[in-house]
């Protein structure tokens, strides 16, 4: 029997989802630079690593809005039948930091129908442990109809 998920005709406008919390670690840090790349002396130094504190040595901007995607899978709702991802707005407004524990808090702002599935618009903000917005943006999505029977 196949997983349970959200198909285009069970989302309503205002739906909303907050997934777990996770914190940041050298090790995730390590891994996104390790497959992206991106390898920044001060994300990927462990000398100047300094825990949570504010000093900490920041992360880079797009694991943030990556690990979004990752903690929905880990939300008390089922995973939307995504078909493909349309489009990302995204604003960077605070640095994330090794030891930040964040969460992402996912409206529905919009929805319309097309041929085999719809369009959905997602609001997302990612929350660091003080509760502070430190990304936000919106997700557009192309999301299946539920199959007939």
């Known amino acids: 029997m196949s997983e349970p998920k959200l198909y285009f005709d069970d989302l309503k406008a205002g739906d909303a989802v907050e997934t777990p919390s996770l914190t940041i670690t050298e090790p995730d840090v390590v891994r996104y630079a390790g497959l992206t790349g991106e390898?920044?002396?001060?994300?990927?130094?462990?000398?100047?690593?300094?825990?949570?504190?504010?000093?900490?040595?920041?992360?880079?901007?797009?694991?943030?809005?990556?690990?979004?995607?990752?903690?929905?899978?880990?939300?008390?709702?089922?995973?939307?039948?995504?078909?493909?991802f349309v489009g990302v707005e995204w604003r960077f407004l605070r640095p994330l930091r090794i030891g930040d524990t964040i969460r992402c808090r996912s409206r529905m702002l919009a929805k319309r129908s097309v041929r085999d599935g719809g369009i959905v618009v997602e609001g997302r903000e990612i929350v660091n442990q003080r509760d502070e917005i430190v990304q936000s943006g919106k997700v557009t999505l192309l999301v299946a109809k539920r199959p007939a029977p």
């Open 39 to 84: 390898w920044d002396e001060r994300s990927t130094n462990a000398h100047t690593a300094r825990g949570s504190e504010e000093g900490a040595r920041p992360v880079p901007e797009l694991l943030g809005l990556c690990l979004s995607s990752g903690l929905g899978w880990r939300a008390p709702a089922p995973p939307l039948a995504i078909v493909a």
